[in-house]
């Protein structure tokens, strides 16, 4: 590959990057709010936290499309699409005057960054030779992972010293930063299809998402009621409609025939269970901080931002060591480190202070980091060249949809707990964290086990699909 044509790529690939990088910082930067919006807007905290619940399913929804949108157009109107819906979405936020502008705003601002994210990993599948795509995942993966870890501090640091409202404003010029080079650096074409857009999955998918998220949201206030078990059951039935219709429909979302091979199952519920892990400790530690220890905004973000930096830093050495030695020893040694990261919480809950929380957020982040990138590269590997987009697609909604679960249920369970009446409100959020804390190390475990079944499976070659 030629040196300037190299770079261009590189440069094409930052400039997605970078609306990426805004658009899931965005998911959480908003998570430190809470109280303030709460107590600004009158809603309580389960009905709050859908800002953020309900941005990661719009992201997750909006994923869907890219396996087919990705084949059909160019990447460069994709991204300008993208990029004019954020900011549309941005503004409405900075600008809002009640709650339901701002979680409008929030859901605009979502589509864009839905469009983002496979974007920018297609143009590494698809421009990146493949002998550097660890390295180049890692980076990607640095982007995904250190965003959201470091959205709270972003968002606490600017709300409490200017106003939550500025966390928007600040944005929109880096996005216009973005919108530039996407411009002048993405060329590449699309890849062609030969299917119509299959409008039937994508909406029979989007109702299930939406029942499963709404089912767990109700927890919080009416716990596990008539509603809960009827909308659980609208998400079996609209998932089983969705997978029968994109499988013997005329056209497919993406083609779900990937799934026969058995360790692309495993690495699609390991890449769920690590951002579970990951966008759920990120609402639950500032939200537990400022409850339970009094401490401010500011403190709550900081305390996540060692981690993320430091996680940020590990990833692309992480995806170097997997073009060097394979993906093994990084993503198993990441389940390790996850497991005791997390166990931790549980274990010293009693002991925790800021610096503890910050101490164990490290180590999971670390953890997270030698694992995230590197699982989804393994999987694009496991299938052939035409099936990268539907992995890229399918991996990314996951990926979307285990945020929004993780923040839902993690949430819901807070707030159920903060509902009961015994007890002060620090005493029964230290109670709803404790569970949360439990929940995600056991969460921890299995991913870890996933893991090594995993790569047992592909060390005796069951790569292939199977019969």
Wanted: one cysteine or more.
């Amino acid at each position: 590959m030629e040196a300037k044509n190299f770079f261009r790529i590189y440069l094409a690939i930052g400039s997605v990057a970078l609306l990426t990088f805004i658009g899931v910082l965005n998911e959480t930067s908003m998570n430190v709010t809470y109280p303030e919006l709460s107590a600004q807007f009158k809603v309580s905290l389960d009905v709050v936290q859908w800002i953020t619940t309900g941005y990661l399913l719009m992201v997750t929804v909006t994923m869907g499309t890219t396996a087919y949108l990705l084949r059909q157009y160019a990447a460069r109107w994709l991204h300008l699409f993208a990029v004019s819906f954020f900011i549309v979405g941005d503004l409405m936020c900075a600008l809002t005057i009640n709650f339901p502008i701002l979680l409008t705003g929030r859901l605009i601002q979502a589509v864009a960054t839905g469009l983002a994210t496979p974007i920018m990993f297609h143009l590494i599948f698809t421009e990146i030779p493949r002998e550097r795509i660890g390295m180049m995942t890692g980076l990607a993966g640095m982007v995904i992972s250190f965003a959201p870890a470091l959205g709270p501090t972003y968002g606490g640091v600017v709300s409490e010293t200017l106003s939550w409202r500025m966390i928007f404003w600040i944005l929109l010029p880096i996005v216009l930063i973005s919108l530039l080079g996407g411009q002048l650096f993405i060329r590449n074409k699309p890849l062609g299809n030969d299917k119509a857009f299959s409008y039937a999955s994508l909406i029979t998918l989007a109702i299930a998402l939406v029942s499963t998220i709404s089912a767990v949201a109700t927890v919080g206030k009416h716990g596990f009621s008539f509603q809960f078990w009827l909308l659980l059951l609208v998400a079996i039935i609209f998932f089983a409609i969705f997978i029968y219709v994109n499988n013997h429909g005329k056209s497919s979302l993406f083609d779900l025939r990937v799934f026969k091979v058995i360790p692309l199952r495993l690495s699609t519920l390991t890449y769920f269970n690590l951002q579970f892990i990951n966008i759920g400790i990120s609402l639950v530690i500032p939200i537990y901080i400022q409850y339970v220890l009094h401490s401010s905004a500011i403190v709550a973000g900081l305390v996540l931002l060692p981690g993320s930096l430091i996680g940020a830093f590990v990833s692309p050495i992480a995806g170097n060591l997997a073009d060097r030695q394979g993906f093994v020893v990084p993503v198993v040694t990441g389940g390790c480190l996850l497991v005791v990261g997390t166990i931790c919480f549980s274990i010293f809950q009693q002991y925790l202070t800021p610096l503890f929380v910050m101490i164990f957020f490290v180590i999971l982040r670390i953890g997270f980091n030698f694992a995230f990138s590197n699982t989804i590269s393994n999987a694009s590997m496991l299938v052939q060249a035409q099936n990268a987009p539907d992995v890229n697609s399918i991996f990314n909604m996951v990926q979307q949809f285990a945020g929004s679960l993780g923040t839902s249920l993690l949430a819901s369970a807070i707030a159920l707990f903060q509902a009961k009446k015994v007890g002060s409100l620090a005493g029964r959020t230290y109670d709803g964290g404790r569970f949360d804390f439990i929940l995600l190390g056991i969460i921890a475990v299995v991913t870890l086990l996933t893991m090594i079944a995993n790569y047992h499976l592909q060390k005796k070659g069951q790569t292939s699909i199977s019969k």
